[in-house]
C-alpha cells in the first residue's frame, strides 16, 4: 500500500489507509490534555491506569521522561519520551496504544510513524494488553521483541461482577480457606491514608518483601506515587494488623472499571495464616465499591511456568492462584523501529550505557 503524507507542522499527518478512510496522529489539544484520563476510558481496551495522566506526570518529574499526548482519530495514546542523543528519541507507549486488535495496532503506529519521524525517533515502544497469542503476527510484520518495563507482561484477573457473598464462594478452595482463618484469628483490616508515617511504613514492608527477590524504586517515586493518586480519588492505601503490629499492606488502584493491585508487601516471618489473603479480599470489596467489574492482581509469572518452583515469582504466583487459577498472557513489550541504523546501535550498545549512567546517576531505574 502506498501511503500518501501531508505535513502541517505539529497539528498532525494524515494517512490513508486500505479503504480510503482518513487517519490522523496529532498531539492532543490543552482541553484534550486536561481531560485525557476520560479519553484514555473511551478507548476500545477501556482505558488503562499505567496510561493516566497522574502517572505520566510522575514519570515527567521523577523519571526522566518528557510526556506527549497524541490523538489517532478517536484514539488517546499516552507517550513517554526519552531524550537519547546522540541517537534521537525513543517513544515508550505505557500500556498502549489502547487497543484489541492487531489490526488497530499496526493502523495506530502506521499513523504515529511520520509524526515519530518528525520529532527525530528511532523506536517506538509498544505494550498493549493483546493476547499472547499475537506475539508470532507482531514479528511477522517486523515488530522486535523488547524486555517489559510494566511488570505485568503476564497476570492474573478476576471478575469482580458478582455480590461479594456470591464471589468468595466462587474463589478457589484455598482461598477462601485463608481468607477465613484470618477472620478466625482476628486479623484486622483497616484503609489508611497516604501520610507521611503510612507511606514509610508500606516501603519499610515493600523493602523487606523485595529483599533478594527484585528491586524498587526509592522512597521518594513510592510516596509520590502512593499519595498522588489518592488525592486524585483512584488509589487507596491498606493495612493488616495482628496484635497491634501491621503484617502486610497493599496499594490499590481504580481507574473506571478496572481495579489494580499495584503494590504489596508482607512481613518476612508469618504471624498468622491468611493475612494477605484477607487483605486482598477488602481490597477487591474496596474496588467493587468504586464500579469496577475487573480485578487485576498485577502480575504472576506465564501461564506455562505457573508450577515452576524454579521461577523468581512462583511464590507470588501461588498467592495470587488463590483467587483465580487461569493466567492471562499478554503480548509484553514491542518495538516499532523507525530508524534501523540508530535502533541497531540503541540495542547493542546506547541502551546498556543509558541504564547504567542513569542508575549510577539518580540510584533509580531507566525506565
Known amino acids: 500500500m502506498s501511503l500518501r503524507e501531508f505535513s502541517f507542522e505539529d497539528v498532525g ?30 478507548n476500545p481496551d477501556k482505558g488503562n491506569v499505567f496510561a493516566s495522566r497522574e502517572l505520566s506526570l510522575i514519570k515527567q518529574e521523577l523519571g526522566g521522561y518528557k510526556v506527549r499526548y497524541v490523538i489517532i482519530d478517536d484514539l488517546a495514546v499516552t507517550v513517554l519520551e526519552k531524550q537519547t542523543p546522540p541517537l534521537g528519541r525513543l517513544w515508550y507507549l505505557p500500556k ?3 487497543v484489541t486488535t492487531t489490526g488497530a495496532l499496526f493502523k495506530a503506529l502506521e499513523a504515529l510513524r ?76 483497616s484503609q489508611v491514608p497516604a501520610t507521611t508515617k503510612n507511606c514509610k511504613i508500606m516501603y519499610k514492608l515493600l ?47 481504580v481507574f473506571g472499571t478496572k481495579s489494580t493491585y499495584k503494590d504489596g508487601a508482607s512481613v518476612r516471618e508469618r504471624r ?17 465499591s468504586k464500579g469496577a467489574t475487573l ?21 507470588v504466583g501461588q498467592f495470587k492462584t488463590a483467587f483465580n487459577k487461569t493466567v492471562t498472557d499478554y503480548i509484553g513489550c514491542y518495538d516499532l523501529v523507525i530508524n534501523q541504523t540508530n535502533y541497531t546501535l540503541w540495542t547493542r550498545l546506547a541502551e546498556r550505557v543509558y541504564r547504567h549512567v542513569y542508575h549510577r546517576r539518580t540510584k533509580d531505574y531507566y525506565y
Open 272 to 288: 498468622v495464616y491468611g493475612a494477605s489473603h484477607l487483605l486482598q479480599w477488602h481490597v477487591i470489596e474496596w474496588a467493587q
Open 295 to 315: 480485578h487485576d492482581f498485577c502480575g504472576s509469572p506465564p501461564s506455562d511456568e505457573i508450577n515452576n518452583l524454579e521461577h523468581p515469582h512462583h511464590g
Open 96 to 98: 498502549g496504544p489502547g
Open 13 to 42: 499527518f494524515f494517512l490513508f489507509d486500505t479503504i480510503g478512510v482518513m487517519t490522523t496522529a496529532r498531539f492532543a489539544t490543552k482541553d484534550e490534555i486536561t481531560n485525557w484520563n476520560e479519553l484514555l476510558l473511551q
Open 114 to 189: 511520520p509524526l515519530a519521524r518528525r520529532h527525530f525517533v528511532f523506536a517506538i515502544r509498544v505494550e498493549s494488553e493483546l493476547p499472547r497469542k499475537f506475539q508470532p503476527t507482531l514479528s511477522r510484520h517486523g515488530m522486535r521483541k523488547a524486555s517489559p518495563i510494566i511488570p505485568n507482561p503476564s497476570t492474573i484477573t478476576l471478575d469482580i461482577t458478582k455480590p461479594s457473598d456470591e464471589l468468595l464462594l466462587d474463589l478457589p478452595q484455598k482461598g477462601r480457606h485463608a481468607i477465613r482463618r484470618a477472620q478466625r484469628d482476628g486479623v484486622l483490616i
Open 207 to 253: 523493602a523487606e518483601t523485595a529483599e533478594g527477590q527484585f528491586g524498587i524504586r526509592g522512597y521518594r517515586y513510592f510516596e509520590t506515587f502512593w499519595q498522588r493518586f489518592e488525592k486524585a480519588g483512584m488509589g487507596q492505601l491498606f493495612f493488616a494488623s495482628y496484635n497491634g503490629e501491621v503484617v502486610a499492606a497493599a496499594y490499590a488502584l
